[in-house]
């Protein structure tokens, strides 16, 4: 069909309740080299495995916001089966602000999306990981995520690479979980988990309490 | 019986229930009135039915009331065939008073028999065989007609089809509970026992009063064996654990060297422990519900989990709960299939249900399906037995009185059973839809709280989710319509039996061609006197649209739209405002971004589009989606609309003019005019 991005029967044909994720990554000039290398092979790792799991796969949608230079949104929110994963490459700033607005707006409007289709979702994750620090003001994005996660409408799962992370800038934008550095750079440890919660998460209906699993695997406990 | 010696040897009666029972149809047009003219009898019917059958054509819902218009055209037809006689008395307006005091009167002269679907009615006739002091020769016989359209024997009240359930997993329960609103206690048990074939005993569990306390007492264990260890059971004795089946949150299964299955806990608790003994101490034997065995304990006697047998297939999300996973698993199926699985698991949770166990966490992962008549409950260690709770639960099967409530904190009583069995018949018979999803709404914990169940009945439109759900609801019949809006919107809760007999009656109608075979059909019910083709003015494709709905759309110069075009159209439009929504929240501000990040002069990714980019491409492509179909992107929006007005008359498109034809006035003045006779 020629229009296949645009008219997405899934939307209708799945009763399955969704929960939209979206990772707003960081792919500054910082991130060249070692890092955006495992983050590449992390992100492809977690699409595998939600592709894998037949019941994530039907729940899971996600959406990938960069902000390197520019802010993009290089993938977008589609039924799994239909998406291809990009390799991101490393440029410029660290427009993390812009980057969260525009990830609250998505979010924003896929939500309106299955509301208006009649199809059940969770409250949205949102996987904000950072090098470094924002190049762009974020009192705004911050305002917006503390409010929503405050009204249970959000869960953020703030993540530090690297020593240059500024983790103070990080918890602006989560009131309630403390932001976690990732383990030197073990991206496929964090992505693995990521898509286990997903699963465990779409086996609980909206609106049930459901914790994450622990974190150790991936987060560096000294800090 | 043979009918005609039936008709021979009886005064037969037949009540209105039958008149109107959809399933009685070929039975009453065709084999009965043949029977009686080759017998030359005549059935007898009271001066109630008609009354009752000229209320239904007037008052009654657009099912019934075509029903009984069928029912006044027959009788009509019964008399001009001269095989039919109206008994009246008019003194009498309570009519079935009158015919029972009339049986009463008559039972030692004549050989009686009554026709009724109505089981308590059927009761009361069934008694006169034991009441007075004459014992009479003749016996009046009780009969019905059965889904499949033949005629059965009611057996002290009890239904064929029951009595093979109750011989099945001997019980008895939930009809005797039926009774008890027309009889005493001591007639109720002594008729069970004369109904009953020889069976087991069921063994009922008391009913919970309160939670037991000290529940996460935890037993000490020193060591709890896995994969290549062996355990202690006391019923199969040692056994090797074989390979891990899979992990949960509260411990791991393994395939065992006897191939029975053995649940091994990470911690044992004084609960689990208590609730085990319980459970193994009521005599329990029903297939494909996976009952613990036997304790199973380590090296030093400590116990750390149980024995039960093998479930097999896939947990019900999983096998068919998506189009394309039923479609995978299930090629074949269709929506018979569908309802009889709904009855495959119904069976087994009266079975429980007959001895007072309450499930809990009924849901699509612990019921595992191999085929429609093949099913396995596992988790049913979780299930509440006595004191101790089911611990866990999920919203979506949670009635509205407990959501919010924590699981391990109270017992569940039946009403609360009952609500999650309406929800898993629902989206047994919706593949995966919970009830209460819908457009617009809260979460479906509120929604739940609300009753705002979305599906149009009655006067109530709804607003159901799009697509495909609207239309397998509008091809349920009536009563199964009635009993789930009775289950959401009103919150009326009906019991296991109250769901079986709803679904072998949909399953007949459907065996019968009288509703609906496809689990995933295309559109709205349209009837076939109502239906006109028409041609989609999107796609060209030809498809059937009710009469009146034509007609409201030429008056109005609007297009025909069919479902896949205005589905499409819908989609179309949500996704487009989605992306809008988006891309015009930041416009400036990423244009500006961009220019800025030139400056920096590193490359972009080629595959990577900037977000107005993206949203631009995503308006050229929904434009060029709309040129490409014939119709302009007006006609598109029309169609949305005219969605709208669609779906807000989609209960079933069948409309019948309310004032009753020439032919049943006659019919009517006849029996009158017997009446006064």
Same mark, same amino acid.
């Given at each position: 069909m020629a229009n296949l991005e645009l008219f997405d029967q899934d939307l209708i044909d799945n009763p399955s309740a969704r929960v939209p994720v979206c990772l707003v990554l960081d792919t500054s000039g910082s991130m060249s080299g070692d890092k955006i290398d495992e983050l590449n092979r992390g992100v492809q790792l977690f699409f595998n495995e939600v592709r894998e799991d037949e019941m994530a796969s039907l729940s899971a949608e996600i959406s990938i916001i960069t902000f390197g230079g520019t802010v993009q949104q290089v993938v977008e929110f589609a039924n799994i089966e239909n998406q291809t994963v990009p390799n991101l490459t490393p440029t410029g700033r660290t427009p993390m602000g812009e980057a969260v607005n525009l990830a609250l707006d998505v979010l924003e409007a896929r939500k309106k999306t299955y509301a208006s289709l009649g199809v059940d979702y969770y409250q949205p994750w949102l996987v904000l990981m950072t090098d470094g620090a924002p190049t762009d003001d974020i009192t705004g994005a911050a305002r917006r995520t503390s409010e929503l996660i405050q009204n249970n409408k959000l869960t953020i799962f703030p993540i530090g690479i690297g020593a240059e992370a500024h983790m103070p800038t990080l918890q602006q934008f989560s009131p309630k979980l403390p932001p976690v550095k990732l383990k030197g750079l073990n991206f496929n440890e964090f992505f693995l988990w990521l898509s286990q919660s997903i699963t465990m998460k779409s086996q609980s209906t909206p609106g049930e309490d459901v914790k994450a699993l622990p974190i150790n695997p991936w987060a560096d406990l000294t800090l | 019986m043979e009918l005609k010696a039936l008709l021979d040897k009886y005064i037969v009666f037949i009540d209105t229930s039958t008149w109107l029972y959809p399933e009685a149809n070929d039975w009453i047009t065709e084999q009965l009135p043949q029977a009686l003219k080759e017998s030359e009898k005549r059935v007898r019917i009271s001066g109630k039915v008609v009354e009752e059958v000229t209320k239904h054509i007037k008052n009654g819902d657009e099912a019934l009331s075509k029903q009984a218009k069928q029912t006044a055209q027959l009788l009509n037809q019964y008399h001009k065939d001269e095989?039919?006689?109206?008994?009246?008395?008019?003194?009498?307006? +309570?009519?079935?008073?009158?015919?029972?005091? /009339?049986? /009463? &009167? =008559?039972?030692? &002269?004549?050989?009686? %028999?009554?026709?009724?679907?109505?089981?308590?009615?059927?009761?009361?006739?069934?008694?006169?065989?034991?009441?007075?002091?004459?014992?009479?020769?003749?016996?009046?016989?009780? +009969?019905?007609?059965?889904? +499949?359209? &033949?005629? /059965?024997? !009611?057996d002290y009240g009890v239904k064929e089809h029951e009595k093979r359930m109750q011989s099945s997993h001997s019980s008895h329960q939930g009809q005797a509970g039926d009774r008890n609103e027309r009889s005493d206690r001591n007639d109720k048990s002594e008729r069970s026992e004369k109904s009953s074939k020889p069976k087991e005993k069921i063994v009922a569990l008391p009913l919970g009063t309160k939670v037991e306390t000290g529940l996460d007492t935890e037993l000490p264990v020193s060591h709890f064996p896995s994969e290549g260890e062996s355990v202690r059971t006391d019923a199969f004795g040692e056994l090797q654990l074989m390979k891990e089946l899979g992990k949960g949150g509260e411990g791991s299964v393994f395939l065992t060297s006897n191939g029975m299955v053995c649940k091994i806990y990470t911690k044992m608790t004084k609960a689990r422990y208590e609730k085990l003994k319980l459970m193994l101490d009521i005599p329990f034997n029903k297939e494909g519900i996976c009952w613990p065995q036997s304790l199973a304990y380590n090296s030093k006697g400590e116990c750390i989990g149980y024995m039960m047998s093998a479930a097999s297939g896939k947990v019900m999300q999983l096998s068919m709960f998506h189009k394309k996973l039923l479609e995978k698993n299930f090629p074949h199926w269709n929506r018979g299939h569908l309802v009889e699985l709904a009855l495959t698991i119904l069976d087994k949770i009266k079975y429980l249900h007959d001895r007072n166990i309450i499930i809990g966490d009924i849901n699509p992962f612990n019921i595992m399906i191999k085929d429609y008549n093949e099913v396995y409950f596992v988790d049913t260690d979780s299930y509440q037995i006595v004191n101790y709770p089911c611990p866990v639960g999920t919203i979506n099967f949670t009635p509205p009185e407990a959501q919010g409530m924590r699981y391990h904190e109270y017992l569940r009583t039946f009403e609360h059973e009952q609500f999650a069995v309406a929800t898993l018949v629902f989206m047994t018979l919706m593949p995966g839809k919970p009830p209460y999803a819908q457009q617009g709404g809260g979460t479906p914990g509120e929604n739940i709280k609300n009753m705002e169940f979305p599906y149009p009945f009655g006067d109530s439109k709804g607003n159901a989710p799009d697509g495909v759900w609207r239309y397998i609801w509008s091809h349920f019949t009536y009563k199964l319509k009635e009993k789930f809006y009775q289950a959401f919107a009103e919150n009326k809760r009906f019991s296991t039996?109250? !769901?079986?007999?709803?679904?072998?009656?949909?399953? =007949?109608?459907?065996?019968?061609?009288?509703?609906?075979?496809e689990i995933w059909p295309m559109?709205?019910?349209?009837?076939?006197?109502?239906?006109?083709?028409?041609?989609?003015?999107?796609?060209?494709?030809?498809f059937v649209m009710h009469e009146e709905k034509k007609n409201d759309l030429d008056a109005q110069g609007k297009f025909y739209i069919c479902n896949a075009c205005l589905m499409k159209n819908k989609l179309t439009r949500v996704q487009r405002d989605e992306a809008a929504a988006t891309s015009s929240a930041a416009t400036g501000?990423?244009? %500006?971004? #961009?220019?800025?990040?030139?400056? +920096?002069? #590193?490359?972009?990714?080629?595959?990577?589009? #900037?977000?107005?980019?993206?949203?631009a491409a995503m308006q050229a492509r929904a434009r060029a989606n709309s040129r490409s179909s014939t119709a302009s992107s007006?006609? %598109?929006? /029309?169609? %949305?609309s005219g969605n709208a007005a669609h779906t807000s008359s989609s209960t079933p498109v069948v409309v019948f003019t309310p004032k009753p034809p020439g032919l049943l006035m006659q019919g009517i003045k006849f029996i009158a005019s017997k009446i006064k006779k």
């Open positions: - | 095989i039919i006689e109206v008994y009246q008395d008019p003194d009498d307006p +309570f009519q079935d008073q009158a015919i029972l005091a /009339m049986f /009463m &009167k =008559y039972r030692t &002269k004549f050989p009686l %028999a009554m026709v009724t679907q109505d089981r308590n009615f059927a009761l009361d006739v069934e008694n006169l065989n034991k009441q007075g002091s004459v014992q009479s020769t003749n016996t009046i016989l009780v +009969f019905y007609i059965d889904i +499949f359209g &033949k005629l /059965m024997r !009611w039996d109250d !769901w079986i007999q709803m679904l072998e009656s949909y399953l =007949y109608a459907i065996k019968r061609g009288h509703s609906n075979d559109s709205n019910k349209v009837s076939e006197e109502n239906a006109v083709e028409v041609t989609c003015n999107q796609c060209s494709s030809q501000k990423s244009q %500006a971004t #961009t220019r800025r990040t030139s400056s +920096f002069g #590193t490359n972009t990714a080629a595959k990577t589009t #900037t977000r107005s980019a993206t949203s007006s006609s %598109a929006r /029309m169609g %949305a």
